[in-house]
């Protein structure tokens, strides 16, 4: 049997082997994913982003326990946990299964640890297939935790269907920690360890943020009378989605049931907007323009003699050619 | 193209509480160029069986200092065989009377080190039995 095949009718250690083979890169994991894409595009891929001590791993920790004792019928669900390499060695501490220690034991689960190795971005580069596998293995919930440098952290959004944004009060700045692209990505907005004091602010910096970016017909009293402001006309108002607020103190479950039921409304919206199939479409763009400039570098390079490369970088370096002058050169050069 | 990356479950089964040690040896792995994965203190055997699937991993080092290494090293390579997973290397640190070692061994543990172990020899040693075996 194949190793897609044996991945088909639900053997776990040739999904695991599958998996290290595809963050090798190696042919043989490739092989395997082409047969088994056809049964991918079924799961709901939920990425969970935010600064480091937000509590993201006892979060998803909770969320999975939920969807596998509350939900029916209980889903199969994946996790994918990401962590930093070491700029330095290259090597890794993956640490986030020490908060999912309660998910042992259930063969409905499977959490698999990844170093992002160099990537940025908050993924590894092979994570988007990774996903895949989980999906085609029959996996309906992948949660996708990224590495937690709290910025930057915007590839996710292009991954998952459902995106997470988890806070914390007193964490310093709040409105630093969310700020630039990390808020926009959120198609839920999480304030875990809701228990600590600080968590008003949080709420409040959030909610500001977000009436920012999605602007409202708000009604208030000014001076004793009713005064009305219009959201403005460009507001998307019809079938978009405002990110919802949710409160959570992961390590006794609190809030989770609601953030479940937020999770499940999202999915709901994005099908009935047709919003799926454009991320869908989106995601796929993505991923096939990524493989297309990695495939041509690849092609590009091996046809180039490396002293010419070399002579052309040394050019450079003299600065008597200019990066675009040199990259002229070259691709005349394989040209001709 | 790329160096193999060498996958290493740390992990600490039984009831003491001092992952200090594994700690110490997670770091030495990782500043080895290693990818290791953690997963906290006092698991049981089918937890850390479990995670070696998961992980897919090429080595499990096991942290024991409570002295119930003859119960629990056994059952661990017994569930690992028992999932196909007779490859994976275990090691075995901590507190490990002498007179143990050598049927540890037999077992088929790959190393057992006690208090004083260079990390750098459970790095070579590590090296040797993954690379050595499989490259």
Redesign the interface.
């Known amino acids: 049997m194949s190793l897609a095949a044996s991945i088909l009718a639900g053997d776990?250690?040739a999904l695991?082997?599958l998996?290290?083979l595809v963050e090798?890169?190696d042919p043989q994991g490739l092989e395997a994913l082409n047969e088994l894409f056809p049964h991918t595009g079924r799961a709901h891929l939920i990425g969970v982003t935010g600064a480091p001590g937000t509590g993201k791993s006892s979060l998803v920790n909770r969320l999975v326990l939920h969807y596998r004792r509350q939900v029916q019928p209980a889903p199969r669900v994946a996790v994918i946990a990401v962590d930093p390499?070491?700029p330095?060695?290259?090597?890794?501490?993956?640490?986030d299964?020490?908060r999912m220690?309660d998910l042992?034991?259930d063969s409905g689960v499977?959490?698999?640890?990844m170093?992002s190795?160099g990537s940025l971005g908050g993924l590894a580069q092979t994570t988007a297939a990774l996903a895949q596998v989980f999906d085609a293995a029959g996996y309906e919930i992948i949660f996708i935790e990224t590495v937690g440098a709290g910025q930057n952290e915007v590839d996710i959004a292009r991954l998952a269907h459902t995106t997470l944004v988890v806070e914390a009060p007193g964490l310093g700045d709040d409105i630093q920690a969310i700020k630039a692209g990390i808020l926009e990505i959120a198609d839920i907005l999480v304030i875990n360890k809701a228990d600590r004091p600080g968590v008003e602010s949080t709420e409040k910096a959030l909610k500001n943020m977000l009436e920012l970016a999605h602007p409202l017909r708000r009604v208030f009293r000014h001076h004793g009378r009713i005064e009305v402001i219009e959201a403005p006309s460009t507001a998307p108002e019809y079938n978009s989605w405002i990110p919802p607020i949710h409160r959570t103190v992961a390590t006794e479950g609190k809030g989770i049931p609601e953030l479940v039921e937020s999770i499940a409304r999202h999915r709901q919206h994005l099908l009935e907007s047709g919003d799926w199939q454009a991320r869908e479409r989106a995601r796929l763009q993505a991923e096939l323009e990524d493989l297309l400039r990695e495939t041509l570098l690849r092609q590009f390079r091996s046809r180039i003699a490396p002293q010419t490369y070399e002579q052309v970088l040394q050019q450079v370096l003299e600065r008597s050619l200019s990066p675009w002058e040199a990259i002229h050169l070259l691709t005349n050069r394989r040209q001709g | 193209m790329e160096e193999r990356k060498i996958r290493v479950l740390v992990a600490k089964p039984g009831l003491d509480g001092h992952d200090r040690g594994a700690k110490v040896v997670a770091r030495a792995l990782r500043d080895a160029g290693m990818e290791v994965i953690y997963t906290g203190l006092r698991q049981t055997p089918e937890m850390i069986a479990e995670a070696a699937l998961q992980e897919d991993v090429d080595v499990v080092g096991l942290s024991i200092l409570s002295g119930a290494h003859m119960e629990l090293v056994p059952r661990i390579l017994e569930l690992l065989r028992a999932n196909g997973q007779g490859h994976v290397k275990v090691f075995v640190g901590g507190i490990i009377p002498d007179e143990d070692v050598p049927r540890l061994l037999e077992m088929g543990v790959t190393a057992v080190y006690g208090p004083g172990a260079l990390t750098e020899d459970i790095i070579r040693d590590i090296r040797a039995a993954v690379l050595g075996t499989t490259a």
Request: net charge positive; glycine share 14%.
């Open positions: 776990r250690l695991s082997r998996l290290t090798n890169n390499s070491s330095f060695s290259g090597g890794a501490v993956l640490g299964r020490v220690r042992s034991g499977f959490i698999r640890s170093a190795r």
